[in-house]
């Protein structure tokens, strides 16, 4: 099982990955197990789960029905490249201060 934990303030939230909440929901829905009892197992609340189902049905990949918030890679890649502008330009900054404390050899 593929889980990412973050801690806030006082809670921990737990994050699944894809893969996981599929095959959970299929073990309701295809392997006539009982809601209540795949909760308990993997560890998860009924209402979780019945959100989950719900947005399995409503689209036809898992890849569309889980889509996260806004903590799949294209928002990961657009934060990385923002700070890499950033460390640039604190890179040049600091480049054009040595070049005016620097005095120039003679």
């Given at each position: ?8 303030e006082n809670r921990v939230r ?9 095959d959970t929901v299929r073990l ?61 330009m604190e890179r040049d900054i ?13």
């Open positions: 099982m593929n889980e990412k934990v973050e801690k806030t737990r994050q699944y990955d894809r893969e996981f909440k599929a309701v829905t295809e392997g006539g197990h009982r809601p209540s009892d795949v909760c308990r197992e993997v560890g998860i609340t009924t209402k979780m789960l019945s959100q989950w189902r719900r947005q399995l049905e409503n689209h036809p990949t898992p890849e569309q029905a889980f889509v996260g918030q806004g903590h799949d890679r294209e928002a990961e890649v657009k934060q990385l490249k923002c700070r890499i502008a950033i460390l640039e600091l480049k054009k201060a040595i070049g005016i404390f620097v005095e120039p050899k003679r």
